[in-house]
Structures are given as structure tokens and as C-alpha cells.
């Protein structure tokens, strides 16, 4: 993306929901909120041949791990953190109204913008170049908002605790305000969260947008305080458990992560790590995982939202073993579990399930919501829903049972007894849902299916009051 011949190279994370920031004139760079495997950076200033002057971070992450720090470290730019963020490095101490210079044409001004967290700084990026200047021509580029102003939406305020969820809230609105009154219509928005990431308080389909479109379409820019807080205190559903983990590490400044390959394992040692309690992760897709898997492994594939879930349910500090059918499927997994503070594999093991298992194979059927429709026309099931409360609360299978996915683990025992068939949205986390099902000695049926099939296929769904 180029705007005023500055580049700006956002760098995605899809499975955390993030972005990451490259920007450049050609011959210096900075970044912004770097992820922790910051390989991904170093490419890129490479293939453009720049040189990294600055790395900005606008807040301690509650979703991940930031490279910020080994980034700084490795090539000798400065690191820019809220000065009133008390962390355990070194770093270059930044506060609301400071500006940074950055090569002979962009400046970048701190903007606090608490909501997020109290410490929430955003940052306004500025063409500087000679001919702007002399025309007098306003050249805002626009504004790394972190985890403030997102698409349609804004970052959640409640990951610090509930006894500052109201005041956060009230706070994220006047510095979303402060944001639309301080830049002009045209001035880009580069958020950090609201891709997917349980950071956003909603979520939006935009992949881009301005300040002027934001104030057309962004409910924060359109309510009121009080309206804004309430829509939004009520739309909070659960987020990951693993995000108690990330600010506490990311303020004692996380290292260079190694993503060397972890030590290989067979079916004798995978089974011995099993009845130990560690967990060894399945990373094929539910599809292949249901027809056959190495019995007491857990289905976490690596096409859907792998370390979310994985980090979301695991007991922390639980050792993980990752079977992929090749190299490649463990490096990925291994590459997004260090994002989230999971550094070093316990094992690997690539192939199969006859290579993982140390006997029989096991497997559970899979089904669509239309087969659980005629199924029940025949024999009583268990209709087993794993999506978040308030998903269920939203719209339901009449007289399913609800266990949100990230309270199955400790949970299992008290899913009901009889033929379980377990359902979510879109049919990975019944996956995972089916695989601990599976472990723990019953046969689940898996519906692959999507949710909104349920009611076409002649399924009876309830809303909230019923």
C-alpha cells in the first residue's frame, strides 16, 4: 500500500487477528507492533533494501507476544514505549505529543488514546517532504490506532479486570473522538487489532479504511458515551485465557524466539507423553483426523485459529507434542505457538496416524446439520453446542446443551450421557470439542457443517427469550 510515496507494508497474522506495520521512503523504515517472529520483518526491509530506524509499539498486547524488543536489539533501532509502561528493558521512553523524525520525510506523533489500556498511545504519521511543506499542503498519512480505533469497531476495554471495564470503555470513546478531531477525513486508519483478534470489541469485514469513512460507519464515532458504553459493555463475550499471560510477558520484554525443529518422537513415545497428561496435538484437518488419529490426541488443525484455541484451552504450561503429515505443518505451528509464549515443542512427529499410534487407530463419525435432523426423528441424542455463551444465548438448536469450548477440558464429565453429536459454528471447534470427547473414551459424532444450515435444513432454533 503507498500513500504519498510512503510505503506501507502491512504485515498480517490471520489466526491472532492482528497486523503488524513496515513503513518506508526508500531508504529508512520503522514498524509498528511487531509479532514476535520478526523474520517476517527482517525479509522485508531486506527485499526493500532499507534500514530500520524505529520501532513503535502502541500498547502492552493482551493477544500476543511482541518482537518489538528483539527487533530493536537486532538491528539497533530505537524502541519506542509509553514511558509510563513499566517494563524490565531498556527502551526509548515515549509520552502523548512527542514526535519522532524518521528519515528526511515522515514524522510519527504520539497520541494517547487510553481505552484499550490506560497507557494506550496511537501514533499520527506525517509526509514531511520539502514540497508539502512549501505548498502548505496538510499531508497526514494517517494513524496507527493499536488497539483504539478499528474498523467499525473499537478495541475491547475489559481485558484489565472488571473494576476498570466502565471506566475504559468511557475512555475509549473520547480517545476515538480525539482521533477523528485531531486528523483530517483523509487520513488513513492502520489498526493493530480487529481482524479476527478477540482484542476487538466487534468485528468488521473492512480491510481498509480513512478517518472520514469511520465517521460514517464506526458506532463510536456515531453515539453518544452512554449509548457507546452500553452496546458495547453487552456485546463482550469471553476472551482467551491465555491473554492473562501476554502483557505481564511482553512487559518483561520477550526474547528472539527459536523455531528450530523440536525433538522427533514415535508411537511408543507419544503414547508414553498421553498418559503422562501432556497434550499431543493433531494438526490435520478435522476432516482426516475424525476417519482415523493415534487414540488420546487432540484435533487442533492448523487451517482454522490454531494457537488461539490451542493457547485459549490448554493448562498453562502443559508440555505440547505437534504431529503434522510434513516439516512444514510443524514449523507453522510451531511459528504461531511462539507468538502466544508456547516457545519449544515437547516433540514432533511427521506422517501419519499409523506412524503416530502405538496400536489401533480410533476415529468418530461426522455428520451435517441435516443428518441430526433426521437422526432425531429415530433415536433421543445429545445435541452438544461449543460455541461462547453468548453465541448460544443468541440463537440455539432447541434443547441443546451449551458448554463453551473453553470450558470443556475441565468439563468433559458433564457432558450429558448418550449419543453426544456436538456442533459450533462452522465446524472447527466441534472438532476440538470432538476430539477430547474422543479422548475421554466416548464416541462424539462431529457435525462438519455450517451453522446457519440448521435452520434451513427444518432444525428448531430459539433466541434469548426463550
Not at 539497533?76 to 509510563?84: R, T, W
Not at 457507546?228 to 463475550?237: A, D, F, N, Q, T
Not at 476472551?239 to 526474547?255: K, T
Request: one cysteine or more.
Amino acid at each position: 500500500m503507498t500513500t504519498t510515496d510512503l510505503t506501507i507494508i502491512p504485515i498480517e497474522t490471520p489466526t491472532l487477528g492482528d497486523r503488524s506495520y513496515v513503513v518506508h521512503d526508500g531508504e529508512q523504515a520503522f514498524v509498528v507492533d511487531p509479532q514476535r517472529d520478526i523474520d517476517r520483518v527482517l525479509a522485508i526491509l531486506d527485499e526493500g533494501a532499507v534500514r530500520l530506524t524505529d520501532v513503535f509499539e502502541t500498547h502492552l498486547h493482551n493477544d500476543y507476544l511482541t518482537g518489538g524488543l528483539a527487533l530493536a536489539q537486532h538491528t539497533g533501532a530505537s524502541y519506542h514505549v509509553n514511558a509510563d509502561d513499566e517494563v524490565a528493558f531498556e527502551r526509548t521512553p515515549i509520552r502523548d505529543g512527542d514526535t519522532v523524525e524518521i528519515g528526511s520525510r515522515m514524522r510519527m506523533t504520539a497520541i494517547s488514546t487510553p481505552g484499550h489500556t490506560f497507557t494506550h498511545l496511537s501514533y499520527a504519521l506525517t509526509d514531511t517532504s520539502p514540497e508539502h511543506v512549501a505548498a502548505g499542503v496538510d499531508a497526514s498519512v494517517g494513524v496507527f490506532s493499536g488497539g483504539s480505533l478499528l474498523f467499525g469497531a473499537t478495541g475491547r476495554p475489559d481485558l484489565l479486570g472488571e473494576q476498570h471495564t466502565h471506566d475504559l470503555a468511557r475512555q475509549q470513546h473520547a480517545s476515538a473522538h480525539k482521533l477523528a478531531g485531531l486528523l483530517p477525513d483523509a487520513a488513513g486508519v492502520f489498526p493493530t487489532h480487529g481482524f479476527g483478534s478477540f482484542c476487538a470489541a466487534t468485528q468488521s469485514e473492512a480491510t481498509e479504511s480513512t478517518i472520514g469513512q469511520e465517521m460514517g460507519s464506526n458506532p463510536v464515532l456515531s453515539q453518544d458515551e452512554e449509548t457507546y458504553v452500553r452496546e458495547l459493555l453487552e456485546g463482550l463475550g469471553a476472551w482467551p485465557a491465555y491473554y492473562v499471560h501476554m502483557a505481564p510477558a511482553n512487559a518483561d520484554g520477550p526474547s528472539e524466539p527459536d523455531l528450530s525443529p523440536p525433538t522427533t518422537a514415535d508411537g511408543h513415545e507419544l503414547r508414553r507423553r498421553i498418559v503422562a497428561g501432556e497434550w499431543v496435538v493433531d494438526l490435520r484437518n478435522r476432516t482426516a483426523f475424525a476417519a482415523g488419529h493415534a487414540p488420546g490426541t487432540l484435533n487442533f488443525g492448523i487451517d482454522g485459529s490454531f494457537a488461539t484455541y490451542l493457547g485459549w484451552l490448554i493448562s498453562w504450561g502443559t508440555p505440547v507434542t505437534l504431529l503434522g503429515e510434513t516439516s512444514d505443518d510443524v514449523a507453522e505451528a510451531q511459528r504461531e505457538l511462539v507468538r502466544i509464549g508456547i516457545d519449544r515443542p515437547a516433540a514432533h512427529a511427521t506422517g501419519g496416524p499409523k506412524d503416530w499410534a502405538d496400536g489401533e487407530l480410533a476415529s468418530f463419525p461426522t455428520a451435517t446439520f441435516a443428518d441430526l435432523e433426521q437422526v432425531r426423528h429415530h433415536r433421543e441424542v445429545v445435541i452438544l453446542d461449543v460455541r461462547r455463551e453468548d453465541e448460544y444465548r443468541s440463537t440455539r438448536i432447541n434443547g441443546a446443551h451449551n458448554i463453551p469450548i473453553h470450558e470443556l477440558p475441565g468439563r468433559v464429565a458433564d457432558v450429558p450421557a448418550g449419543e453426544v453429536w456436538v456442533h459450533c459454528a462452522t465446524g472447527y471447534r466441534a472438532s476440538i470439542a470432538a476430539s477430547l470427547i474422543d479422548a475421554s473414551g466416548r464416541t462424539p459424532v462431529a457435525v462438519d457443517d455450517s451453522f446457519e444450515n440448521a435452520e434451513k435444513v427444518g432444525l428448531h432454533l430459539v433466541g434469548p427469550d426463550a
